[in-house]
């Protein structure tokens, strides 16, 4: 009776193994733009400002600062995320909440705090842009365990710019840890 008990149980899991990773196996990379970084912004009486970049005064010529050079190179770009009333997510940034939810969470933890994988709001603050979508994509192999690869699956791999600017808003700290809202 026990090994029957074993033996179901091995099934079972192994079926649920197998429903967890095929949907990972297919997708595509066509389409990928890349994410738009953001510049800053603070809520003035429930309005959203967009910060003054920060400019450093020099006795010979103004010098400015890297904020404020990303934010003069993405003035025409929308921004990454947007956050108000602390957890209030914009459309795109809240889409990426629910792909983390449903694909990431149950390894990263719910909050990207890190459990069996590593803390992603961490991370995010070492690794570049180009970094995160090449793991995401191909996966990668650590000193405790892997991520596995996600290219085939095309809800990853098509919402993977909304998921960057979602764990951007975590990682940035514009959301604390509790559950996203939707704008």
Partial sequence: ??????????VALGIFFIMAILPAMKGSNEGYTGAVAVAPTVVVEEEA?????????????????DTAKKTAENENEEALYSVVDGNKLDAGSYAGYE????TCAVCHGTYAQGMIGPNLAESLKVITEKEFFNVVENGKTGTIGMMPPWKTNM?????RDQLYAYLMARSDGAIGVEKPKKQ
């Fill in 99 to 102: 792909l983390y939810r449903n």
């Fill in 1 to 10: 009776m026990k090994s029957l008990v074993s033996l179901l149980l091995h």
């Fill in 49 to 65: 400002v967009e910060a003054e970049p920060e400019v450093v005064a020099d006795e010979q010529a103004p010098v400015v600062t």
């Fill in 155 to 159: 809800k990853v791999m098509d919402g």
